[in-house]
C-alpha cells in the first residue's frame, strides 16, 4: 500500500492537512517509524528542510482521550470546547511545559513547533536509532541517575509544574544520561495538584528501590527541599 494510504487508514483528514502544513513549511519531511505508539499518540521520526532529525508527535482524535481529557482540562483550570480543540488543547500544553523544562536546562527534546495536534521537537537519539526507554536499558550509574532526575523534579517543581508521568516508560538514556519525555500530563503545582508530585516522587523511588540502589530520599525530604510539606 503507498504510504499515503497507510496514513489515511490511521489519520483522520484533520491530522493529515496538519502533516501537511508542517511539511510545507520544512519542519517535517518524510514520517517514517513509527517510533512510538499509544492509545494516544503516535510518534515519528522525521528530518526537517536542513535534514535535522526530529521527532514528531500526533496527538490522536479518538475517543479513548475524549474520555479523560476533560477532568483533566479542569485539573489545568481551562474550559473543555469541542472535541477536536480539546485533542489541539491538550498537544498545546505538552508542548507549553516541555518548553518550560527545555529552558530550565532539564535533560528533554528541544521543543520546535506545535501546529494544532502536532508537536515537532529534537529526536533524543542517533542516525535514526531512538535512545531507548530506560525500562529497556538500564546501563546507567544509579548513583548519578537519581540524583539527577530528583534535581529535575524539584527544579520542575520550584519553577511552578510537575511533570506528571514520570517512570522509566518516560525517560530515555541518551549516552547515559536520563532525558525526560511526554509532558502530555504535566500540570501546574498548586495544592490541588500536590498530590501528582508526591505520585512523582514515589514512582522514581519505586522505580530506583527495584534496581537495588540504596541511597533513595525519603518523599519528605525531596518536598522539603522544594518548600513543601507533606500534609498528605
Ligand atoms: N523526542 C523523542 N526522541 C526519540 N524518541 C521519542 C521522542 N519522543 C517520544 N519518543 C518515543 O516514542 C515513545 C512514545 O512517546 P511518548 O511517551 O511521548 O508518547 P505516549 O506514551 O504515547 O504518550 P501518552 O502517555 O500520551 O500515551 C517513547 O516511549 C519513545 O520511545
Ligand atoms: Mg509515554
Redesign the pocket.
Given at each position: 500500500m503507498p504510504k499515503s494510504k497507510v496514513f489515511s487508514h490511521v489519520f483522520d483528514e484533520e491530522t493529515l492537512r496538519n502533516v501537511n502544513k508542517l511539511r510545507g513549511d520544512g519542519y517535517i519531511g518524510d514520517l517514517l517509524g513509527p517510533?512510538?505508539?499509544?492509545?494516544?499518540?503516535y510518534?515519528f521520526y522525521s528530518r526537517d528542510f536542513h535534514k535535522k532529525e526530529v521527532?514528531v508527535?500526533l496527538h490522536r482524535h479518538n475517543i479513548y482521550s475524549f474520555k479523560k481529557i476533560p477532568s483533566y482540562i479542569r485539573l489545568r483550570g481551562r474550559k473543555s470546547g469541542g472535541f477536536i480543540h480539546q485533542i489541539n488543547d491538550w498537544a498545546r500544553f505538552e508542548y507549553y511545559f516541555l518548553s518550560k523544562a527545555y529552558k530550565l536546562g532539564i535533560n528533554s527534546?528541544e521543543p520546535i513547533r506545535c501546529y494544532e495536534n502536532i508537536i515537532v521537537?529534537?529526536?533524543?537519539?542517533e542516525n535514526g536509532v531512538?535512545?531507548?526507554?530506560a525500562i529497556k536499558d538500564s546501563d546507567f550509574d544509579a548513583e548519578h541517575w537519581y540524583s539527577t532526575i530528583i534535581k529535575f523534579i524539584i527544579d520542575m517543581a520550584k519553577n511552578g509544574f510537575i511533570h506528571g508521568?514520570l517512570s522509566p516508560?518516560?525517560i530515555?538514556n541518551w549516552n547515559k544520561e536520563p532525558y525526560l519525555?511526554?509532558f502530555?500530563?504535566a500540570l501546574k503545582l498548586s495544592p490541588l495538584t500536590k498530590d501528582f508530585l508526591i505520585r512523582d516522587i514515589q514512582n522514581i523511588n519505586k522505580w530506583f528501590l527495584s534496581l537495588r540502589f540504596g541511597r533513595i530520599e525519603s518523599v519528605d525530604t525531596i518536598l522539603g527541599n522544594i518548600g513543601l510539606e507533606n500534609d498528605s
Open positions: 517510533i512510538g505508539t499509544g492509545k494516544e499518540s510518534v521527532a508527535k527534546p521537537m529534537g529526536f533524543i537519539g531512538p535512545s531507548k526507554p508521568d516508560y518516560n530515555l519525555i511526554d502530555s500530563q
